[in-house]
């Protein structure tokens, strides 16, 4: 796995990858080529090495049939990213508590809860 | 709506009485111990800076307002940047000098869509449903977040009040909202999903900027697209029109009124380094002109800065005693915080044309102390029709929803009267119904809140005072 860019949400930043995400978004499981052919003045390669990197964030999902590679929106993943970076800030907000003091108690129950209603 | 919580716990060697004392001071850490926050107190405007990437380069802005305070026990805040939720935090005693703090956010399913879109996953795209589809492009992130706190809440009280009414010629409206994250990009890329979903009209409650873009996409394609913020002018077309207030007319109510009061007369202009602040600035070099002042100097800085510094001193080297700002957002809040701790105040006056309740509360009460403004609407100005307006809103969004403001309240008149020209021509173009909006101002009367005009607002001259914006004076009619 590459670093951790993908947890950065850095998708406004980058008008390919948040270009190819809408493609996505808009037409269902697209191949390469099709993708490439949908965004102006990129191409195959490019597109191909931005897919790696939306695969490895856990934003699209990838299907091989043969010799053929499609690419569809992976939400689902995204959702659980989502939830694991809110646990994660909220962990970081709590231990805003005990930073700045020398005596911290020891880190232990950090547990976290999900619940819905 | 589906709500998700997520929560988080620590014991720390502290009593509660010091964890709570160290919330929004420099000595607390993280994000949201080290909130802006001037007073921990109920009603207290709060500002977390949510670390969203690394290095800081996509941290956004929880804005807010700390909704119960109980000393030593709880903290919980109410928000409405980047998404409407909720944070608490809780500190139990654990032992005898020990804390255990919990944290927890409600988050609801368009907190988890922000989320999403914020990493590039595509907004949904309903299905028809037969509704006439109305888009608001605000703004929940970036420098622009700030002065949007209520407009997304002003345009749905807006739809609402139009569906309780019947909605427009027989069909239900509904209302497509989007973040522009204060960038003219993004905003272009909601409208084109906007289009693509049949709205019939875009709103555009953000920068010029912003709205330069949204009007290029949507040009030729059928779709009225409307500015609803103050805006520098210019730019309109059959399709494309702009309501709010305008610079000239602020600073009429403004520069030279300043003048006479302080007796000072040597201006420094502070701005953006945009299509507004050039407009604004244009029309302020006229208007000191007229009332026998003079310019000492100009800075203008890009949208997002943070560190007014530099302006600052060229603002003291210049022997200027009238500051005119027309920075907005945060980089407001940076600039009259900075210069108020800088002691800038103690040799200048400060007239700002972006300066509505959200920005002020988040200046905060001792840097936002004298700031001067002149915008059509206030929510404490009791003109007619406004105690109403105020009471229904209330109602539908509780006592921590964030101050009705000049912008908010424009676009939630606006989309109420497109829905009126909407209903009389359902079947007219985006040309025909954008004359109707503009030709909709004759009006007899008066101002009154619900049928303002909004091509050449009625302008009330605003003072900061630590309870808030209060009137001081009502502007000649423009001309």
């Known amino acids: ?117 | 709506m589906q709500t998700t919580t997520v929560a988080a716990e620590r014991t720390v060697a502290r009593t509660p009485h010091e964890v709570f004392a160290l919330f929004g001071t420099s000595r607390g850490a993280g994000w949201v111990f080290g909130a802006r926050c001037d007073e921990v107190r109920t009603g207290a405007p709060v500002s977390l800076r949510l670390p969203l990437g690394e290095q800081g380069r996509h941290d956004v802005d929880v804005l807010g307002r700390l909704c119960r305070v109980v000393p030593a026990a709880v903290i919980d805040i109410e928000h409405t940047q980047p998404w409407r939720g909720r944070l608490t935090l809780r500190f139990t005693p654990a032992g005898p000098r020990g804390t255990r703090v919990q944290a927890r956010a409600h988050v609801p399913a368009e907190g988890v869509e922000w989320l999403l879109h914020r990493r590039g996953i595509p907004l949904p795209e309903p299905p028809d449903d037969g509704a006439i589809r109305l888009g608001v492009i605000a703004t929940s992130s970036g420098p622009g977040a700030v002065y949007s706190l209520s407009a997304e809440l002003m345009a749905e009280l807006a739809v609402d009040e139009i569906n309780a009414d019947g909605g427009i010629a027989g069909h239900p409206v509904r209302l497509l909202p989007a973040d522009d994250a204060t960038d003219a990009e993004q905003a272009a890329a909601e409208a084109e999903r906007m289009v693509r979903l049949g709205c019939r009209a875009v709103f555009v409650n953000s920068t010029s900027a912003s709205f330069d873009a949204v009007r290029r996409v949507l040009a030729g394609r059928g779709v009225l697209v409307v500015h609803t913020v103050l805006n520098e002018g210019g730019g309109v077309s059959p399709t494309a029109i702009r309501f709010g207030e305008r610079p000239h007319a602020q600073l009429e109510a403004l520069v030279a009124p300043t003048m006479a009061t302080t007796g000072a007369r040597r201006w420094f202009l502070v701005g953006e380094g945009y299509v507004w602040s050039y407009g604004a600035h244009a029309a302020a070099q006229r208007a000191i002109a007229r009332a026998g002042g003079e310019v000492a100097g100009e800075a203008l800085s890009p949208l997002g800065t943070s560190d007014f510094s530099a302006t600052i001193d060229a603002v003291r080297r210049s022997g200027a005693d009238l500051v005119l700002s027309t920075l907005v957002g945060a980089d407001e809040v940076a600039f009259e915080r900075q210069s108020e701790a800088a002691g800038l105040r103690e040799s200048t006056r400060t007239v700002s044309l972006a300066l509505e309740e959200s920005t002020l509360a988040h200046i905060g009460p001792r840097a936002g102390n004298g700031l001067r403004t002149a915008l059509g609407y206030f929510q404490d100005n009791p003109v007619a029709g406004n105690a109403e307006l105020v009471g229904r809103y209330r109602a539908a969004f509780g006592t921590w929803a964030p101050a009705i403001t000049a912008l908010s309240e424009t676009v939630y008149e606006a989309i109420h009267q497109y829905a009126r020209v909407l209903h009389r021509d359902p079947d007219g173009s985006a040309a025909g119904h954008g004359q109707a909006l503009m030709r909709s101002r004759d009006r007899a009367g008066g101002d009154v809140v619900g049928a303002r005009d909004l091509l050449r607002p009625q302008l009330y001259v605003a003072e900061g005072r630590p309870s808030g914006l209060q009137v001081v004076g009502e502007a000649a009619p423009t001309r």
């Not at chain 1, 993708?35 to 102006?40: W, Y």
């Not at chain 1, 909220?90 to 209603?117: K, Y």
């Open chain 1, 1 to 117: 796995m590459e670093p951790n860019e993908n947890l950065a949400f850095d998708a406004l930043s980058d008008r390919v990858r948040r270009r190819i995400l809408a493609v996505l978004g808009e037409h269902g499981e697209l191949s390469v080529g099709d993708i490439a052919g949908r965004i102006d003045a990129v191409g195959r390669t490019t597109v191909s090495s931005h897919l790696r990197v939306l695969r490895t964030s856990g934003l699209v999902r990838e299907r091989r049939d043969g010799r053929n590679r499609f690419y569809s929106l992976d939400v689902d993943g995204a959702v659980r990213d989502a939830f694991v970076f809110l646990q994660s800030i909220l962990h970081q907000a709590v231990a805003g508590a005990a930073a700045t003091d020398p005596s911290t108690a020891e880190p232990a129950g950090t547990d976290g809860e999900r619940d819905t209603g």
